[in-house]
């Protein structure tokens, strides 16, 4: 499988680290709502098509990733900084390339 | 008369190679397989099958090849179970038969023959199961009875040992691979590197060319061989092109990452000097072009595993391209056109035909006049119901036989024949398309599956596709070509085919209905019955059936069953083939050397992490410890000592005099930005805002689930510079875990984290003399106690080298930690032994420091395990209550906060013998029965300090049992003995020593 | 000045070795530069960072990702989103650059010693990065000047193509020797010349 990392480009999914469910929600750091925290750790969806998950370029740029794949197919179908700040013009890989 | 004949073939017949088979010295030519030099020294016999031993000789050419497989010798490493087919000969080749005791033409197993009806279908399903009756029952019996039965069924022995070779992985980029270099995938190749791409194209024959090396037909007015040597001469001369020959493609992965191995020197005597032996290539390529064309069928019938039973294609190959013919009264069994091919190429190279059985009744007049050349008898409507002979063919016999009704009819009639060669039809060898997609698509006409619609980014190309025809192929390469190349060229026109090879569907017949033992896998020994057998028990999946039967799951992976195994599936279920389905081919497509997987990750060239100063330490008597991959002394021995009296040695004088450890391994992380304080307060369990510049705090971090993940110390260097260590083996999740908090949680705080643990060479000084010690070598600064209070930070020199001096303590004395840079390291290292010679300073290694640390009852990753938490740990004085951090919402759960929790103890041995970590703490003074464990060992010495043996544990109830007594046991090493629980503090509990 | 001390030291054999009947494929060497800093830009800060690291060293970085530069003496190029490495044969860059970058804009951090740098230099170092990293190092993915990031096994490695055959590896100090011999290794075919 490869991850087609904005910065450094495609690269083989051994060089990232599984992060997680993208789509859980942290509660409020000051928030004692105990089954709001107990979903966010614990509760997750592990659907069978499109999940939006963080992968970490540990072996590149280090970069947290917010991916789409399809569990079934494993295809990727959107990739995103996880940092929403990160648009500079130095952080996108020019053009394609395997 | 030899079988090699005349001057045909792409051999080299000027060159004579010289190797040995079964002890017995042959020859062959440059060009040979092992396959076509033994079977032009007169060798029909090459091996014994799976299961009933029966004498196989070769059925195919090619890397299909289920019978001839040989044990090949290279000094004393073995390799077992390579096709005779696949292997190519050089001076001093070496290989066995196999499966055969005491030799390959007297064999004992062969018995097992006579047993048959004992070792069906499911044999070991329904043998390992036990006797369920009789006097054996319940017993072990069969377990005694596997070792023999495992010894007499299987293929080669595999050595003993150590492979020498090298091995190596590559990676490749392209835009198109074009796998088989055949008509097609050769058109394929030049199409696309035309259009500007870059191109490999990989073949797992020595030869590139595929049917071309071994067609009678011409190609663009030339002989096809010749036509393919000249394409490959110009692809060979491109800049954007690669070709891999002995290259076997064996996996389709996901986003076309294709695996492959590359055979690079054991066609060679010896691999050039650090030339590997496999290459193993990981190609990543934008398109790839599947050119891999298609393997013959063979049909069923009894008798059909004689040695001289072999593919139509396979004879016509040995004598084209080897100039070797297979008979001089060949007869020939085939329900199609195409095998009249063989006929013909045979009969050139000089053998001779004696007849041709065709099950078909209506035959072309092309394949008519074919037969008719070879002057043979021609018998339509036919079929083989037996054939004759030992451990070579003498005769068949043939029976009239009706395909459309699938009825024998008329007496068996006796035919001379020393080989049959057959075709049951061809299935395209769709492997890696099945393993890149979906199911297959079966063709009624081809009687064959076809490739499934892609589903990744290939393209297919000739007989791959079921286009048979070279003349297809060479079209459909080209179109695949320059779709994969994106178009951007001009179609090429396709060159001109003569004299082509007939061709037609052929009959849907795989087997034929007459009595006796046919078989459909050869390397499995699995027979037209065991399919039906298998089928009255009740496996009625082609899964199930593929498991039971283990029909296909040989080394060949069923390259020439699985069709006909299915058909007969079929027919038994009263299901046409496409409704009983097909198994999904799986990586690999044939074997791959494990040596080739594994590369370079074995031996001594595995990674290691060495610190700064690792040369000293290994110069100066320590013994180097794995923890992790890092190599850190354990003991610094002196001579005859053991590693006990060495430890305790280096202990005892750090609290007497002074020590040092290397403590480079440490996690370092820079934590930098106008938000690190912040960012550490949400971290950490306790403030580190309030820390000021030139201070260090002991931090504890937690999980978000509460538990405790990892500890140490944190330096203020300046307002908006920390630097963070790590436990040593928690550096990268600590890493990780910050990294994540600021891309996912926090991407508003501008800090930035960077590994900094290689940049810093770490040295720990401690005990009663390590204030001295500094003194005498630090300049720039002052190391008293003004100017360094507890976990107070200096800057200042040792020996010319700028240090960072932290005054903190692992050990429990008055220690500092002297940081520089990591090209420094040794530098500072020696200054400081040298400085501390006076004061009777020691080196010591991580069993002195673990000791160190029990004695004080610090906590390391034994007890921070991720099941523990900081009130486990008596660390909950660590967590504040002014702030929430990571951890803080989860850690009051009721699960976490028990008081049935196990936590922290110190242990001591009423025995005063030595105790072991993971051991468990028991109530019950019960050595045989020990029961009811209340926790276990974390970690063990031998305290110096105290003259006792002492440990750490996890116990229940934890402070509550303080002054009352318990059991370890620990019946692996065979202790069990009386322990006072006691408080982990050990050692100076009031800390008394670390402010001097 | 205390001189920095090679972790390849002890494995380090000048001269030619594996097949280099024919001559090497390869020339090896350490290039030991005084300075290795890290220096990071906040998201929105990039250009004022790539403005400072040219104030600091002469060296234009291009924009885009991994975009580099390199001269004999000194090299830039980026490696993750808004991080660069920067290289001189002099000591004391990290120090000019703290100068130069103010924390509004990012942080510096000094990896002088933390990082060893390997020349790997000839007609087959493509082929040879090959083996270790599973990153295409053919020219027109990876123009001259650019860097990228990646790893073999543990090993992380930061590269830059310093020249048309010519690349400056980056690797952890504690994996130099380990890494090297295992460069070494993987030179024996082709034939290589440590300088």
């Known amino acids: 499988m490869l991850i087609p990392c904005p910065y450094c480009g495609p690269r083989d999914v051994s060089e990232f680290t599984y992060q997680g469910d993208a789509g859980r929600v942290r509660p409020d750091p000051a928030s004692t709502d105990q089954a709001a925290w107990n979903a966010y750790v614990y509760d997750r969806t592990n659907p069978a098509g499109d999940h939006h998950e963080y992968w970490q370029h540990s072996g590149g740029c280090r970069s947290h990733l917010k991916v789409t794949r399809n569990t079934l197919s494993h295809r990727i179908l959107d990739v995103a900084f996880a940092r929403p700040s990160t648009a500079h013009a130095s952080s996108r890989r020019q053009g394609p390339r395997p | ?327 001089d009264k060949a007869v020939l069994f085939v329900n199609n056109d195409g095998a009249y091919a063989a006929a013909a190429g045979l009969r050139e190279a000089g053998g001779t035909i004696a007849a041709i059985v065709d099950m078909r009744a209506e035959i072309s007049a092309e394949a008519r006049a074919i037969a008719a050349a070879a002057g043979c008898e021609h018998l339509t409507g036919h079929a083989v119901v037996g054939t004759e002979g030992g451990k070579a063919l003498s005769g068949v016999k043939v029976q009239r036989f009706d395909a459309a009704t699938r009825r024998l009819s008329g007496e068996p009639r006796h035919l001379d024949a020393d080989c049959l060669l057959v075709s049951g039809g061809w299935s395209p060898a769709i492997h890696l398309a099945s393993q890149a997609g979906t199911a297959p698509r079966w063709d009624d006409g081809l009687q064959a599956f076809l490739p499934p619609a892609p589903t990744q980014a290939w393209l297919g190309a000739g007989a791959f596709n079921g286009r048979f025809s070279t003349a297809q192929a060479l079209a459909e390469g080209i179109s695949a070509g320059l779709t994969a190349a994106a178009g951007k060229g001009r179609p090429a026109v396709a060159p001109a085919v003569g ?40 496996f009625v999946s082609v899964e199930h059936l593929k498991r039971y039967t283990t029909l296909g799951m040989a080394t060949d992976q069923g390259k020439t069953s699985n069709v006909p195994g299915l058909a007969i599936m079929a027919e038994t279920l009263g299901k046409p083939i496409p409704e009983v389905g097909t198994t999904r081919f799986r990586p690999p497509f044939a074997p791959v050397s494990i040596g080739a997987l594994a590369a370079e990750r074995f031996g001594d060239i595995k990674p290691e992490r060495l610190t700064p100063m690792h040369d000293w330490h290994a110069d100066n008597g320590a013994t180097l410890y794995a923890a992790g991959l890092w190599l850190r002394p354990q003991i610094y021995g002196l001579s005859g000592e053991t590693v006990d009296q060495a430890y305790v040695r280096e202990a005892r004088i750090v609290r007497e005099a002074a020590g040092i450890v290397d403590v480079s391994t440490l996690g370092k992380i820079a934590v930098q930005g106008p938000d690190a304080a912040e960012f550490l307060d949400r971290v950490y369990t306790n403030m580190f805002s309030t820390l000021p510049v030139n201070k260090a705090r002991y931090g504890l971090m937690l999980r978000e689930d509460g538990f405790v993940m990892d500890d140490g110390t944190t330096w203020r260097l300046g307002e908006h510079d920390f630097l963070m260590t790590t436990t040593t083996a928690n550096a990268g999740k600590v890493m990780q875990h910050l990294e994540y908090f600021l891309d996912v949680v926090w991407p508003d705080l501008r800090v930035h984290v960077t590994s900094v643990t290689d ?110 938490t900081a009130h486990d740990l008596h660390l909950d004085w660590m967590l504040s209550k002014k702030k929430p951090f990571i951890g803080s919402a989860m850690l009051g759960r009721e699960g976490l906060v028990s008081d049935e929790r196990l936590s922290l103890v110190g242990l001591i041995a009423r025995d005063n013998r030595p105790l072991n970590g993971g051991a468990h703490v028991v109530d019950y003074p019960d050595e045989e029965r020990p029961r009811y464990s209340l926790g276990h060992l974390t970690a063990a010495c031998y305290s110096p300090a105290l003259g006792k043996h002492i440990a750490l544990a996890l116990i229940r109830g934890g402070k509550a049992r303080h002054g009352t007594r318990a059991y370890i046991s620990d019946p692996l090493r065979k202790r069990f003995g009386e322990v006072e629980i006691v408080s982990h503090h050990f050692f100076d509990p009031e800390g008394t020593r670390l402010h001097g | 000045m205390v001189e920095m001390l090679s972790p390849l030291q002890p494995v380090w054999r000048p001269g030619s070795h594996g097949n280099f009947a024919d001559g090497v494929g390869v020339v090896l060497s350490e290039t030991q530069p005084g300075s290795i800093v890290q220096a990071a830009a906040w998201p929105g800060s990039e250009r004022a960072v790539i403005a400072a690291i040219k104030t600091a060293t002469g060296l234009s970085l291009p924009d885009g990702a991994g975009g580099g530069v390199a001269t004999e003496a000194k090299a830039a190029f980026g490696f993750a989103p808004g991080r660069f490495l920067i290289v001189a044969d002099d000591e004391g860059l990290a120090d000019t650059l703290v100068q130069a970058i103010p924390i509004s804009d990012g942080t510096v951090t000094d990896l002088s010693h933390g990082r060893t740098a390997i020349r790997i230099a000839g007609v087959k170092a493509e082929w040879v990065l090959q083996k270790f990293f599973a990153v295409d190092f053919s020219l027109p993915a990876l123009p001259v000047g650019s860097g990228i990031s990646t790893n073999h096994h543990d090993i992380f490695a930061q590269i830059q193509r310093t020249g048309p055959d010519r690349f400056d590896l980056y690797v952890f100090r504690s994996f130099a020797r380990s890494f090297w011999k295992m460069l070494c290794h993987g030179c024996d075919e082709v034939g290589y010349e440590v300088r």
């Open chain 2, 1 to 327: 008369m030899s079988p090699r004949r005349g001057n045909g073939g792409r051999i080299d017949r000027t060159r004579t190679i010289r190797f040995t088979f079964d002890g017995r010295p042959m020859t062959g030519h440059a060009g040979d397989t092992l396959a076509s030099a033994l079977l032009a020294g007169g060798v029909s016999l090459f091996g014994r099958s799976f299961k009933y031993h029966r004498p196989r000789g070769l059925l195919s050419a090619g890397v299909e090849e289920p019978n001839a497989l040989v044990t090949v010798l290279r000094g004393e490493v073995r390799e077992p179970n390579i096709p005779a087919t696949t292997t190519e000969i050089h001076d001093g080749f070496t290989a066995v038969s196999q499966n055969r005791f005491p030799s390959l033409d007297f064999d004992v197993g062969a018995v097992n023959g006579l047993a048959g009806p004992l070792i069906s279908a499911g044999f070991y399903y329904k043998t390992f199961m036990g006797p369920v009756l009789g006097p054996l029952k319940g017993t072990r019996f069969w377990m005694i009875c596997e070792r023999f039965i495992r010894r007499a069924a299987g293929l080669g022995r595999a050595g003993l040992a150590p492979d020498t070779a090298r091995y190596e992985r590559m990676n490749a980029f392209c835009d198109v691979l074009v796998v088989g270099s055949g008509p097609a995938g050769l058109m394929a190749a030049s199409t696309a590197a035309d259009s500007g791409a870059r191109v490999i194209l990989a073949e797992l024959e020595p030869r590139l060319g595929g049917s071309a090396n071994w067609s009678a037909e011409t190609i663009d007015g030339t002989p096809a061989s010749e036509w393919s040597a000249e394409a490959v001469r110009d692809l060979a001369g491109r800049d954007n092109v690669r070709l891999l020959p002995r290259t076997t493609v064996w996996g389709y992965y996901d986003d076309n990452t294709i695996a492959a191995l590359e055979r690079v020197a054991d066609h060679k005597p010896a691999p050039a000097k650090g030339e590997p032996r496999h290459r193993h290539w990981t190609i990543r390529s934008q398109k790839v072009v599947l050119a891999t064309g298609a393997f013959e069928r063979p049909l069923v019938f009894p008798g059909n595993d004689r040695p001289g039973v072999m593919l139509a294609s396979a004879a016509e190959r040995y004598a084209r391209e080897f100039g070797v013919v297979t008979g």
């Open chain 2, 759 to 868: 940049q810093w060479a770490g040295a720990a000084i401690g005990g009663p003399k390590a204030r001295e010690i500094l003194a005498a070598c630090v300049t720039g600064t002052a190391v008293d106690n003004a100017a360094m209070p507890f976990m107070g930070i200096v800057k200042g020199d040792i020996a010319g080298a700028p240090v960072t001096i932290c005054r903190l303590s692992f050990s429990g004395e008055m220690a500092f930690e002297v940081y520089c840079g990591a090209g420094h390291g040794t530098h500072v290292w020696e200054a400081l032994i040298e400085a501390g010679k006076p004061y009777g300073l020691v080196p010591y290694g991580l069993e002195a420091l673990g000791t160190l640390r029990i004695e004080k009852g610090h906590v390391t990753g034994a007890e921070i395990d991720g099941r523990t």
């Open chain 2, 499 to 538: 004299n082509a090879a007939p061709f037609s569907e052929p009959a849907p017949v795989f087997e034929v209905p007459a009595k006796g033992k046919a078989f459909v896998d050869f390397q499995h020994d699995v027979t037209a019955e065991d399919v039906r057998l298998a089928h009255r028990e009740g």
